[in-house]
């Protein structure tokens, strides 16, 4: 199977901005995706990158290095709602296979 | 409408029992999935039809039994199962072009599984 990794918890303050990691194996790798899933909950999508570089979407962003297998999802402005698990995903192949990582929990803090 | 709805929520059966997962999406994707997911850890996928077929199985056992009535609905049967089986399992859909997934998943808010 394909490796995926993130760290798997991390604690940030409230309106800080954090940071959170995501390598992959690049062999057969189209894309990557971000989920957020709090507790519960279904996972709900933050972003997709396809091309090397960086996505803004609001307080998120998502970053992404083919050539390292790399990509990194950025949080700005923290709220104490964004305390959840955020999943990387990638996919691989060419038939709709969406591999996760093992998600990172976020613990945003007064 | 962006839903993907998913019944029952809650389910607990035995090990003899027969019983099954349901889903549905009326966003005109084409791929659905079944993921499992277990407490603390990421959903792992099982199935995965594209156009209605089944393009992918994980080598999930025989007592998970999946069935795309048609392009809108996807079912899980379930027989046998063990209490590990217990678990979410969380339907998706996503748009597809020639069978290569081309944009996000859209979940379903899942169906948490107890076998007693």
């Known amino acids: 199977g394909q490796n995926i990794d993130q760290p798997t918890e991390m604690t940030a303050t409230e309106g800080a901005i954090v940071q959170i990691n995501c390598t992959y194996q690049?062999?057969?790798?189209?894309?990557l995706f971000w989920y957020q899933q709090h507790a519960g909950e279904a996972p709900t999508f933050l972003s997709y990158?396809?091309?090397?570089g960086l996505e803004e979407k609001g307080r998120f962003s998502s970053f992404l290095s083919r050539s390292k297998g790399y990509s990194y999802l950025l949080l700005k402005e923290l709220q104490m709602k964004d305390s959840a698990s955020y999943l990387c995903?990638?996919?691989f192949g060419g038939g709709n296979k969406l591999t996760f990582g093992t998600g990172t929990q976020l613990k945003v803090e007064l | 409408d962006t839903e993907v709805t998913q019944t029952p929520k809650h389910l607990v059966m035995g090990m003899t029992n027969k019983k099954s997962l349901k889903c549905e999406q009326h966003?005109?994707?084409?791929?659905m999935y079944w993921y499992k997911q277990k407490a603390k850890k990421p959903p792992e996928l099982m199935f995965v039809?594209?156009?209605?077929?089944?393009?992918i199985n994980e080598s999930v056992p025989s007592r998970f039994s999946p069935e795309c009535p048609n392009s809108s609905l996807l079912n899980l049967h379930l027989h046998a199962l063990q209490p590990e089986d217990s678990a979410l399992y969380l339907c998706?859909?996503?748009?597809?072009?020639?069978?290569?997934?081309?944009?996000?998943?859209?979940f379903g808010e899942g169906s948490r599984l107890t076998v007693l």
């Open positions: 998706a859909s996503s748009q597809t072009a020639s069978g290569v997934n081309t944009g996000e998943l859209f």
């Open positions: 690049t062999s057969g790798f189209n894309g």
């Open positions: 990158n396809v091309l090397d």
């Open positions: 966003m005109g994707h084409r791929a």
């Open positions: 039809y594209s156009y209605e077929k089944l393009s």
């Open positions: 995903a990638g996919e």
